[in-house]
């Protein structure tokens, strides 16, 4: 089972006023890892110090009702989020508006038809369901392990899934596209191929640092580069900026004895984060913690102070759009 960082800041917390929607997240109870719930989360949102405004929940893998009918079993969990969102909305977990957004699960590869599942979200998210991801992640080998939904290979050029994807519009819905750094040409592909969707590319895109690419950050890195600036040129992709304290992402950090601080963070991920940046621009990029799978690496405050070390030299108008507005925008959660 992954172990989790101690949540209490051991840091200052950098601009505290800097207000926050933390547009990735997520909250489970899940064979192989810790649990994490509104519980677990309010309390590393209070510890860390940071002004979180809003969350946006990302489909989880978890709270499936596996005696519907296929394809709907991941509505329960989108029931299960809006019932979480009302809980917090009493207060009674801080001040925090967690789940003001819900990303769910949808099996596009069901073509036309999931367009009856994409309903049956929509009311169970009571109002709050921005969109839906399906996770195309996958690699060849044993190496390294494919996403947890177990995608084929070249999910997002199969004409099943793109008759589906096409349905995401139709609910005014976004899609969260979450793949490896090898796949960025699929979500281009997909991006030009659906022009009026938004896509938000998850986890700066996914570089990878373990299997065949351990130790090769260098050699990776201008191919991933190159495609972040080849994706960055389409309007209606954002991307993410986080995800980068995974284990596949083969910085190493949750092996440590000892956790690394914001500066040691902030040094190793602020090549990619200032390429995505510079590729999307400041108003198609945010800042989000991917909790709690990057909690294996640091704990929620000293993620938050790595991301404000990176943007220091950002504007304050800058530092708003990065930390909060884009992301209300992106996901209507204003």
């Not at 519907?68 to 977990?93: C, D, N, Q």
């Not at 392990?145 to 099943?160: C, E, K, V, W």
């Not at 938050?304 to 959660?333: Q, V």
Request: charged share 20%; aromatic share 12%; with cysteine.
């Amino acid at each position: 089972m992954p172990s989790f960082q101690p949540n209490t800041m051991t840091e200052p917390v950098l601009e505290p006023d800097l207000q926050i929607c933390d547009p990735h997240h997520h909250l489970w109870v899940r064979e192989g890892w810790p649990r994490y719930l509104l519980d677990e989360f309010a309390e590393d949102i209070r510890e860390s110090g940071h002004r979180i405004e809003e969350t946006v929940f990302v489909e989880a893998h978890a709270f499936y009702a596996h005696g519907r009918p296929k394809g709907f079993e991941f509505v329960a969990e989108t029931e299960a989020m809006a019932g979480i969102a009302a809980m917090a909305e009493s207060g009674a977990w801080g001040r925090t508006r967690i789940c003001a957004g819900i990303v769910a699960r949808a099996e596009l590869l069901m073509g036309a038809v999931v367009a009856e599942v994409l309903e049956s979200h929509a009311r169970a998210g009571a109002g709050r369901l921005r969109g839906i991801r399906a996770s195309g992640a996958w690699h060849p080998g044993d190496s390294i392990r494919n996403s947890h939904t177990s995608p084929p290979p070249g999910l997002y050029g199969m004409a099943d899934f793109r008759e589906g994807f096409a349905k995401l519009a139709e609910f005014g819905l976004s899609f969260e596209a979450w793949q490896y750094h090898t796949q960025i040409g699929d979500v281009i592909d997909l991006a030009r191929a659906f022009p009026d969707t938004m896509i938000m590319l998850n986890h700066a895109g996914g570089p990878l640092g373990i299997g065949p690419y351990k130790g090769k950050h260098a050699e990776v890195f201008p191919g991933w580069a190159a495609d972040i600036r080849e994706i960055g040129k389409l309007p209606n992709v954002y991307v993410k900026l986080g995800g980068l304290g995974m284990p596949i992402n083969g910085f190493e950090f949750h092996k440590r004895a000892a956790p690394p601080g914001s500066e040691e963070l902030a040094a190793t991920w602020r090549p990619y984060i200032e390429t995505c940046i510079e590729a999307f621009g400041v108003e198609r990029a945010v800042f989000e913690s991917n909790f709690p799978v990057d909690r294996t690496s640091c704990s929620y405050g000293v993620l938050w102070n790595a991301f404000k070390r990176i943007a220091a030299g950002c504007s304050a108008e800058e530092k708003a759009a990065l930390f909060r507005e884009n992301a209300l925008r992106f996901y209507r959660c204003a």
